[in-house]
């Protein structure tokens, strides 16, 4: 790939020559810079922007790209992108939204990075995020790629509306999720973030801008949805609304008992009632929680150090004012016959704004004891219900249990397959229900990444021996013959779809479907 630099820079800087009409985040103002000023405000080859480009969340994986694109509008990625597809050496592209990926999943080595955030500052002719109404559609807001999910909340909440399925954690993109399907304890009822998008804005690995919805190219709208970055860059996403809430009853209920544990939780998601449902796992090293008070987190330890290894199953219920008299009765009756430990069952009541951005405490926390930047060797899977207690004995209790001093957080929670489009990219189990595992580790040196990252594979390694039939979430695999195997019957139908709308294979390089280390 190297040798494609100079070449990528012959490109770029003939793009850019003076009299050129393409203008590197040009405006549409008499008083516009030149083309070769403008591209110094949009490309940068600066050591600190290939620094953060060539980083991420997981801080595991560093690939050097050519240089970073700050795009002030949509227009400025097109040329970009048209300008490899149109050359006989293509140079890679990727798009990164937050930084959030933990594998270099938007990293493109010796091409270009695409920071999407820098249209937030830009202005002119950008989506934002436009809240609307239609007869066929309801509320719905128009929102660009690149914006954060926290500021979508902030922007609905303001007309009394609000997204109904989240991620637990605020501060990514809306083209990032919608990558990969965006899950949280609400997809049980509302399906991930893929299941409630109406329309989108996509730029093609040909540089071209289409729009596409389940009736219009429909193709490229379920390639992309859960598609990795594979079929183009999302610019535009035309996001589901509801009536928002007011407050929600948060509630966190301790089992000594696996089976018991996930009997309710699938009972849970199978009655109407709850908005959200998680669980997760509670070992002798999880630190105290900002939920429990001392006393009760005092109790809960000492349960833990006596079992070794707890569940605690998570519910809300939303409420606002027609509902408020209600909604104490309501909950109880709802988690009526559940069979958590006696005295166990904890109660929160929170604003509905606090409950969505409850991660953002917790960062702001690890972050202050340099605990947040750290290496992130996390390993997320959907585990087939059928075999979840063998998931539950073979990695929880004899892998997790005995082997592991790192607090996790570790959760595992229950979907309903019927809420997931099996037209989209996205790869989950052939079973109607299947658990979310997200083993969240954090190593503070290279010796515990190394144990980690030994660990991770140990449960790869089990789950492939026992035959369980597990699907990566955010998935990273070394060899194309892998990728083959994840996505199974899709393979062929996504092969295609990269050969339609990406077939220089430019985009999203670090996710290495395509090619092998």
Not at 202 to 220: A, F
Not at 315 to 331: F, G, R, W
Not at 445 to 472: A, P, V, Y
Request: with cysteine.
């Amino acid at each position: 790939m190297a040798h494609l630099i100079p070449i990528l820079f012959i490109i770029i800087t003939t793009l850019i020559t003076p009299g050129s009409s393409l203008r590197w985040g040009s405006k549409t103002s008499s008083s516009s810079s030149s083309p070769n000023e403008t591209l110094a405000n949009s490309l940068c080859t600066d050591p600190s922007c290939i620094k953060t480009a060539s980083s991420d969340y997981g801080e595991i994986v560093q690939e050097l790209p050519f240089g970073v694109l700050n795009p002030s509008s949509v227009s400025d990625i097109a040329r970009l992108v048209k300008s490899s597809y149109e050359s006989p050496s293509p140079f890679t592209i990727a798009a990164r939204g937050n930084g959030h990926s933990v594998r270099g999943q938007a990293m493109a080595r010796d091409g270009v990075v695409v920071e999407m955030t820098s249209l937030n500052s830009s202005g002119d002719g950008n989506v934002g995020i436009r809240v609307s109404w239609e007869d066929s559609l309801g509320f719905y807001a128009d929102v660009g790629g690149e914006q954060l999910w926290i500021d979508v909340l902030r922007t609905t909440l303001d007309h009394g509306l609000a997204p109904v399925s989240w991620t637990d954690y605020l501060y990514l993109t809306v083209g990032g999720t919608l990558s990969n399907a965006g899950i949280s304890g609400q997809t049980f009822r509302h399906g991930p973030q893929i299941s409630n998008v109406h329309e989108l804005d996509v730029l093609t690995g040909k540089g071209e801008l289409m729009t596409c919805s389940k009736s219009m190219n429909s193709d490229l709208f379920y390639g992309v949805l859960g598609g990795l970055g594979q079929f183009g860059i999302i610019t535009r996403a035309r996001i589901v609304l509801d009536k928002a809430p007011n407050r929600v009853k948060w509630v966190r209920m301790i089992y000594e008992d696996f089976s018991s544990f996930t009997k309710d939780q699938e009972h849970l998601i199978s009655i109407l009632g709850l908005d959200y449902v998680e669980g997760f796992l509670i070992t002798n090293n999880t630190p105290p929680n900002n939920f429990f008070s001392p006393s009760d987190q005092s109790k809960i330890d000492s349960l833990a150090s006596e079992n070794g290894i707890l569940y605690c199953l998570e519910a809300v219920k939303y409420y606002d004012d027609s509902n408020i008299t209600t909604i104490d009765e309501d909950l109880e009756m709802i988690l009526t016959g559940l069979s958590f430990k006696p005295g166990f069952i904890f109660k929160k009541d929170s604003s509905f704004f606090e409950f969505l951005n409850r991660v953002r405490d917790e960062e702001l926390q690890l972050d202050a004891i340099g605990q947040w930047n750290v290496v992130h060797p996390w390993l997320n899977l959907f585990v087939p219900s059928s075999r979840i207690m063998d998931f539950n004995q073979g990695v929880f209790v004899e892998i997790i249990q005995k082997q592991s001093t790192n607090p996790g957080p570790f959760l595992v929670y229950p979907m309903n397959r019927k809420m997931w489009d099996d037209r989209s990219s996205a790869i989950i189990p052939d079973e109607e229900t299947f658990y979310t595992v997200g083993l969240l580790h954090s190593a503070g040196s290279t010796d515990d990444q190394s144990i980690i990252e030994e660990q991770n594979e140990e449960i790869l390694r089990f789950c492939d021996r026992s035959g369980i039939k597990i699907k990566q979430y955010f998935p990273h695999y070394r060899k194309k013959e892998e990728w083959m195997k994840h996505f199974g019957m899709k393979w062929k139908v996504f092969q295609e779809r990269k050969s339609q709308f990406d077939p220089k294979m430019i985009l999203s390089p670090g996710q290495r479907i395509f090619t092998s280390y």
